[in-house]
T-cell receptor, first 107, second 114 residues
């Protein structure tokens, strides 16, 4: 089946710093979503981005479907950005998740 | 409702007991999905409904797991004769339908088997 790999696995930032999270996938996909799982376990939709670039406040995402990767940019990080970031690709209706990037933003 | 609603939020059961987990999708969402998330891992697909039809159950780990959505709205995931390895967070998601629509997740049910 399709493989989804995220990097880095862990990331520690000082508040105010910028970061880039990467998601590689091994096959063509119908769409791709980025999620933030907060410390309470809630899985929050960030982007639905099968291709192209989208921005939402301090967050933006780019998917290059032909090269099978997606990037999530976090600018001016805040402590509330802490948690695990997952990318998930849709193949045949179901989402296949990566292992996540655990982000910790220190004040 | 405004979002996907799951109940209970927490469930503790003794090994061998049966459990039932409920999911209320977003109103009007045709597709409903169940995922299992083990500690420190990403969610893994269990099963998928379109309206009341179960289109894919390839992710159910054993025949002890059973899901239904009899009227095409609320869904129940049932686990019979629970075992310790069933301990996980069970997440439900819904979408408008089709693989081109984003999936929206509930807060999950944290199941602990003693």
């Amino acid at each position: 089946g399709i493989q989804v790999e995220q990097s880095p696995p862990d990331l520690i930032l000082q508040e105010g710093a910028n970061s880039t999270l990467r998601c590689n996938f091994s096959d063509s996909v119908n769409n791709l979503q980025w999620f933030h799982q907060n410390p309470w376990g809630q899985l929050i939709n960030l982007f639905y981005i099968p291709s192209g670039t989208k921005q939402n406040g301090r967050l933006s995402a780019t998917t290059v479907a032909t090269e099978r990767y997606s990037l999530l940019y976090i600018s001016s990080s805040q402590t509330t950005d802490s948690g695990v970031y997952f990318c998930a690709v849709n193949q045949g209706g179901k989402l296949i998740f990566g292992q996540g990037t655990e982000l910790s933003v220190k004040p | 409702g405004a979002g996907v609603s799951q109940s209970p939020r927490y469930k503790v059961a003794k090994r061998g007991q049966d459990v039932a987990l409920r999911c209320d999708p977003i109103s009007g969402h045709v597709s409903l999905f169940w995922y299992q998330q083990a500690l420190g891992q990403g969610p893994e697909f269990l099963t998928y409904f379109q309206n009341e039809a179960q289109l894919d159950k390839s992710g159910l780990p054993s025949d002890r797991f059973f899901a239904e959505r009899p009227e095409g709205s609320v869904s129940t995931l049932k686990i019979q004769r629970t075992q310790q390895e069933d301990s996980a967070v069970y997440l439900c998601a819904s979408s408008l339908g089709g693989s081109a629509q984003p999936q929206h997740f509930g807060d999950g049910t944290r199941l602990s088997i003693l």
